[in-house]
């Protein structure tokens, strides 16, 4: 559309921009979950009197909140005051097999860390810092709630691709694996079934560790696991085939990441494997998850999601090696490192940073 004071307005890029500004529609979405609105939808379309009543909110707000959602097309609403499922809705009930209420359903603290967005940009410091004055992890670290609200979301986002990643490497060598700041089992929990030769070691902080046998005996694992506490910045269990990092690097910066690597690689025999499983960054100008959990880890815990050559970089720096690197567009890629032939080690600075 052209004017007669300026060049004209490309009103679809406008739109589209203003699609990408709407904040509202992810925070009311969280509304949604937090409240269970899917779960009380299961046998079919209900009122929104009957949804007010069972979810303890006020008919009029709570038939905002579900008209702007079924606009989006996660509801869907019927004659007016009944609201039904969507395909897209499922995947809020709670017993859904890749059920991302959990995901969608924000804390108010962490929502608090994007209002700094801006200020973390300028200084390199996390918007959780600046909006709450401490470290991400010690905070998770005494606030109980907080943190199985953290591992839950990590996990809910695991989830979505674990078929890929149990069905895309070969485990089928590995026969004894640790799953290092693996928290309460839930990656075991989906290995050691499809691979009955396979023990696994669960090796966690305590409160880490907190509800893993009851994940692992659901699961029907525990009497093929193994639970042991401890520090990954300290030291690991040794004798295992493969280390396994699942969505653990990216929770740190490079100096950092390098400290777990190191640890990862003394524990290994000059046999053993680490797989890391981690978002991969593309080099490209294409959308992906990677980029928008990059951000994430800049709000929050000061990691970052790399790309395969920075992963590089950070194992060469640990006297590791990439053997293989899978691939999945959208997906968590799974990459497999081995220890360095002796006459590739890098020497270890002695002023790393401490935890």
């Known amino acids: 559309m052209a004017s007669a004071s300026g060049p004209a307005i490309d009103?679809?890029?406008?739109?589209?921009?203003?699609?990408?500004?709407?904040?509202?529609t992810p925070l009311t979405l969280g509304v949604a979950a937090a409240?269970?609105?899917?779960?009380?939808?299961g046998e079919g379309p209900r009122s929104i009197e009957d949804l007010a009543r069972e979810t303890g909110a006020r008919p009029d707000t709570l038939f905002r909140v579900l008209r702007l959602l079924s606009s989006r097309g996660v509801f869907q609403q019927v004659d007016g005051q009944r609201v039904a499922l969507t395909p897209a809705a499922q995947f809020l009930r709670s017993d859904h097999p890749i059920s991302l209420r959990d995901l969608l359903t924000p804390l108010p603290e962490f929502v608090l860390a994007w209002s700094r967005a801006v200020d973390a940009v300028r200084?390199?410091?996390?918007?959780?810092?600046?909006?709450?004055g401490s470290g991400f992890f010690p905070y998770l670290a005494e606030h109980p709630e907080a943190a199985e609200h953290f591992n839950k979301t990590m996990f809910s986002r695991t989830r979505m691709h674990l078929s890929r990643i149990l069905e895309g490497y070969d485990w089928s060598?590995?026969?004894?694996?640790?799953?290092?700041?693996?928290?309460?089992?839930?990656?075991?929990?989906?290995?050691?079934?499809?691979?009955?030769?396979m023990r696994g070691v669960l090796f966690d902080q305590p409160s880490g560790l907190a509800g893993a046998k009851q994940v692992l005996r659901s699961a029907g694992v525990l009497?093929?696991?193994?639970?042991?506490?401890?520090?990954?910045?300290d030291a690991l269990?040794?004798?295992?085939?493969?280390?396994?990092?699942?969505?653990?690097?990216?929770?740190?910066?490079?100096?950092?990441?390098?400290r777990i690597l190191r640890n990862c690689r003394r524990a290994m025999s000059n046999e053993a494997r680490l797989v890391v499983i981690d978002y991969l960054v593309p080099v490209d100008q294409e959308p992906h998850p990677a980029k928008g959990m990059d951000m994430l880890m800049l709000m929050?815990?000061?990691g970052r999601e790399r790309t395969q050559a920075e992963l590089e970089e950070l194992l060469g720096r640990a006297n590791l090696m990439l053997a293989t690197a899978h691939s999945t567009p959208r997906s968590l890629s799974i990459t497999e490192a081995r220890p360095a032939p002796r006459s590739q080690?890098?020497?270890?600075p002695s002023d790393l940073p401490a935890r």
């Open 223 to 233: 009497d093929r696991c193994e639970l042991v506490s401890g520090d990954f910045f």
């Open 35 to 41: 409240l269970g609105i899917a779960d009380h939808l």
């Open 11 to 24: 009103l679809d890029a406008l739109t589209e921009l203003l699609v990408l500004a709407d904040y509202w």
């Open 173 to 197: 060598s590995i026969r004894k694996v640790v799953d290092v700041g693996g928290g309460t089992g839930q990656f075991l929990a989906a290995l050691l079934p499809r691979n009955p030769h």
């Open 345 to 348: 080690h890098v020497a270890a």
């Open 237 to 258: 269990p040794e004798g295992a085939d493969a280390y396994v990092l699942v969505n653990i690097l990216h929770d740190w910066d490079d100096d950092t990441a390098t």
């Open 123 to 132: 200084t390199g410091k996390t918007g959780w810092e600046l909006a709450r």
């Open 300 to 302: 929050f815990t000061g």
